[in-house]
């Protein structure tokens, strides 16, 4: 149905996630890093407030990421095993690009926090639109790094959070459809 690779509705079709672990060069450049980040800014937000924002880390600050979560992490715990620590690392380093994306809500503002927390993950979303736009492959994480707050503290402040870490790069491998929800479970028709 969908076989019209400029369609909009094959974008949306055939966009799925890559799993970063499995994402590899090439990457974005940092040119279509931040023309993506221009395009995932086009979110519907109540009260034109922005509630969100997307730091890159380039590469030659992901050592300094990996460093970051391994501290915080055994800062946490500090009877962490070296596997779990070996993740952090591994969790830093993985992928070509990443892009942190943070909910930055307005705390002196009328619009709900709810609702802007839904235009951040709204925003993240469409970053991930956008790198499949661009030919690339994109996976949101969130895990133990998302939750920790020295690690909010190193690309925000409370009360901004992190929506999830965004990887982009090119598949490795062929990338797996998953099962998607059946529609009689998530769509119905309001009968009053
Ligand atoms: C907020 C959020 C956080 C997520 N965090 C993780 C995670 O930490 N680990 C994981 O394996 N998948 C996580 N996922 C799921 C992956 O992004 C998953 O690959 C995705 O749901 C696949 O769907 P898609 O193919 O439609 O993009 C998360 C998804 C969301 C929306």
Redesign the pocket.
């Known amino acids: 149905m969908f076989n019209d690779p400029t369609s909009p509705l094959t974008h949306l079709a055939t ?3 890559g ?1 970063p672990r499995d994402l590899v060069a090439p990457g974005p450049s940092p040119e279509q890093l931040v023309a993506m980040v221009r395009l995932a800014a086009r979110t519907p937000d109540h009260g034109k407030l922005a509630p969100w924002l997307f730091v890159i880390v380039p590469d030659d600050r992901r050592d300094a990421l990996a460093a970051l979560l391994v501290a915080a992490y055994l800062a946490e715990r500090p009877e962490a095993k070296r596997a779990e620590t070996d993740a952090m690392e591994q969790f830093a380093r993985q992928a070509p690009a990443l892009v942190v994306a943070l909910s930055s809500p307005r705390t002196d503002s009328h619009i709900p926090l709810w609702e802007q927390e839904l235009s951040a ?1 709204a925003a993240t979303m469409n970053l ?1 639109h956008a790198a499949h736009a661009m030919g690339f492959a994109a ?5 133990w790094p ?1 939750f920790s707050d020295t690690v909010r503290d190193a690309f925000g402040a409370a009360p901004e959070r992190i ?2 870490f965004v990887f982009i790069g090119t598949p490795g491998r062929a990338l797996e459809e ?1 099962p998607r929800p059946d529609d009689a479970r998530v769509v119905s028709v309001w009968e009053g």
């Open positions: 966009r799925r996630s799993k993950g991930l996976g949101w994480l969130t895990g998302a929506a999830g998953r």
